[in-house]
């Protein structure tokens, strides 16, 4: 069943991407070096889960400035290209956003987030891991600008 359904998948791709094999690899040494990759194109991060803090600030001004400084906190971020990676969690468990950091250390990371309004105001708490990932992370920034309207 399973070869069956492999050769059904596989009759589906023009005849031209069933025989040719993969692409070579493009490695660019200058670019790798740039982003601060390994020899497997690799680095470390630290990984920040954002979640639900011990004072929720209520609906209201106060509120509406905590998040635009949250906001404008993590652009700095990403123009110092500090932040590799963010965006919003489905507040599951309390866990509301995550950051990717552009470094190794764990203390340097708690230094850049503790910067931020929402962590400042205790909205939400951070909890920080290391992460290993593609150092082509370091281009979501440059990539996002060129995809978003605004």
Known sequence: MLIAFGLLCLSSLPAAAQSAPPAAPQYDPELARSLGGDANGMKKYVLVILKAGPTKVPEGPARTEMFKGHFANMQRLADEKKLAVAGPLDGVDGWRGVFVLATPDIEQAKSYVATD??????????????????????????????????
Request: hydrophobic fraction near 45%; glycine fraction near 6%; charge should be positive.
């Open 117 to 150: 309004p929402v962590i400042i105001n205790g909205e939400m708490v951070a909890e920080y891991h290391v992460f290993f990932a593609s150092a082509g992370l370091m281009t979501v920034n440059e990539v996002h600008k060129k995809i978003s309207k605004k």
